[in-house]
């Protein structure tokens, strides 16, 4: 059986997290892999948690919902609390680092948890607008489900408008995906 | 006044007609019929029937007619009408098809100002389940469910369509109440209705007052010193809304 | 004006929804009435975008009641009308919708399911199994088709009109929140172009000429004075329905007539169903077998009945209390088929549960 990488983002309404599996779908579906994408899109969308559920691979995909995700990244407290019962023995958990107050809410069976300063490098090193730019790379990484220069060029299809406009853009992205991936790569 | 032939686009295989004596649905229809001729309009009319009385007209005319559910004809009329607009569309009901199951759909379809024609008959009460109040049942009327008479502390006042139609309905709309007692003003009614469709105005909407001597167990004599004597002091006759005549 | 927005075949990625908005304008739908309802209002979304580039017409109405009635009148006036819903506006719609089975008028209804009852969720569900195929106050002469992917989406939205049109029986096509509003790829294509030839409508108001003078006049009624005189109309309904059974009924099956256990699932499910199956058989499980009823109404009772006979378990998996459970149960009575289930009200499943079930019964 061909592999399903299942993934799950979770973040605030504002932080980016469904353009971001909206991207990362698109691109699998570029590459002519099978890729589904479910929003979370319960009463919750309205103030709630904003999770996105996205499954990858090279066959045609079964059930669109999971009980347990390959990669699940929370953004938020909340996001944090939230995802839990999607982490299991082989999931990967990554959460932002600058997140304060859930040392007990971490999941504990999960395979790995890697806590990442994405936050902080967006504000510090780039522009707290591609902070979901920046998880993006930082998925890609840690799955490999797309290779980085497709993830550019769906960036590309989604964005390309305003990098028409201004070329710096182009560029603050691009800097974001790689410095999300090498964040992950560091841990 | 004197209208004694049969309209030509009624279909006489169905008469007479299957409406109680001394119903007003029969001069109703015979307004309408006349009209149809007049205007030439057979080939193009299609005709939408409630249930309630109204659903026994559904052969009554040599006109495509559709015999839809109860409060529902406004709808049906109105999606045949978005389809095709070149046809002319009329919904035909009763005060309970109009005024209490079916209000959302006459008060959109006004508030849209959809281009089809409404005619609605009052007769104060639900007469083809057995003479229950109607929204249109006058204070103190003996009915099914007020057996001792409407009180209006209870059940409320008789709905004022035509009122409630012209206060949503904007430019372009034709309103009016006419009545089974007077057949020449109520084919006028009707008339400037139809037109009124015809040229594109928006919506018309005609109330007639009708009688239901079954219902009310009255003799001839008495049904039409009710529509004529009481019914009028609470539903007044004429027109409400007519275009290009102000407000 | 542009003729078409598909031609060629095109790879898209994208929501059900849209797909649905896509597969009515290449189905030459002519006009959508709808109302408002999550999770399936982008399919009005994307129509009224799509709408107005081909010459096609919206509604907006006040509510299920009203979308349902006038696109019946939409069809009376020879149009292919259509309207979408899901939920509790699936409710209402049953009035309208068993007008339209009395009066063998062929619209097309679209369901997203979303939870029940009640308000419940706007998310995901299979719980209106049994309103869409025997709701109303009738008998059931529908046609239903339960989707499982944005393919099946654009294919039997297609086919949907078709059907609609040809058997003059109310057709629905039942999807559910996660088809509504996942996106995932699809292939959507010219009908034309690949042999597939749209039914034209035909008016059953306003045909050309005077009725009662150069033709008969269209007197469509859908009450009936006597106990014989309704009996007479409903047995002919059934007759004509039942005619076409064969013809309509659709199914999917993989190893299911060979098989000891047979897991049956419908709609979404199917997807983790068959994906259970094929995991099993790849690990080497032989008596292991899958089967989808593609139509609802009618169901393939046939072919279960066949597969009940000889299989020695089956598996019903399902988003709802038993819907689907129920009618199976109707279809195979009399065989001693030993029945497991999964049922999971308004709630996804997913292969690996499927997969843990086999083993647990098998």
Known sequence: MAKVVKIALAGEGGQGVQSVAEIIAEAANEEGKEAIYIPNFGVEQRGGVSIAFIQISDEPIGSPKFEKGDIVVALSDRAVRRTRQYVGENTVFVYDSSIEGIEKDLPTNAKKILAIPALEVSKKELHPRVFNVLIMGAVLEATGVVTIEQAKKAIEKKLGYKFEKDPSLR??????IDRGASLVREQ | MNYPQIPKS???????????????????????GMVIDELGIQDKTVFGVDIGCSLLAWDFFN????????????????????????????AYMGDGGGYAIGSQHLVNAAARNEKITVILVNNTNYGMTGGQMAPTTLPGQKTETTPYGRDV?????????????????????????????????????????IENQMAGNGFSFVEVLSGCPTNWRTNAKETWDFIENTMTQYFKVGELKVPGKGE | MANKPITGEQRVFMTGNEVIAYAAVMAEADIMYGYPITPQNEIMHYWTRLAPKYGKKFLQTEDELSAGFTTIGGVLAGRKAFTATAGPGNTLMQEPMSMAEMMRIPTLLIV???GGPSTATVIYSQQEVTMTTYGGNGEGFRIVYSTSSHQDLYDYVIKGFNTAWKYRFPTFILGDGYQAKMREACVMYDPAERGIELVKPTPYMGAPGTPGVDRKPSHMRNTYNTEEELYEVVMNLAKAYEA??????????????????????????????????????????????????????????NELREIAQRAKKLIIAESSYGQLLKQIKEAIYGTDVEIHTILKPGVGITQEEIVAKYHEVK
């Open chain 1, 171 to 176: 560029e603050l992205n691009y800097k974001a």
């Open chain 2, 10 to 32: 009624w279909n006489i295989e169905s008469k007479p007609h299957k409406f109680c004596p001394g119903c007003g649905h029969g001069i109703a229809l015979k307004a309408l």
């Open chain 2, 63 to 90: 006109v495509d007619t559709i015999q839809t559910h109860h409060g529902r004809t406004t709808p049906v009329i109105t999606g045949i009408k978005r389809a095709n607009p070149e046809l002319i569309t009329i």
């Open chain 2, 153 to 193: 502390d209870e059940t409320g006042y008789p709905t004022l369509g035509p009122e409630m139609v012209a206060a949503i309905a904007r430019e372009g709309a034709y309103v009016a109440r006419g009545t089974v007692a007077n057949l020449r003003q109520l084919k006028g009614f009707i008339k400037k209705a």
């Open chain 3, 112 to 114: 997203q399911q979303r």
């Open chain 3, 244 to 301: 076409i059974i064969p013809e309509v009924v659709e199914f999917e099956e993989l190893n299911a007539f060979e098989a000891d256990t047979v897991i049956i699932a419908h709609g979404v499910v199917s997807r983790a169903a068959k994906g259970a199956v094929k995991e099993l058989l790849a690990e080497g499980e032989k008596k292991v077998g899958y089967f989808r009823p593609i139509t609802l109404r009618p169901l393939a009772v």
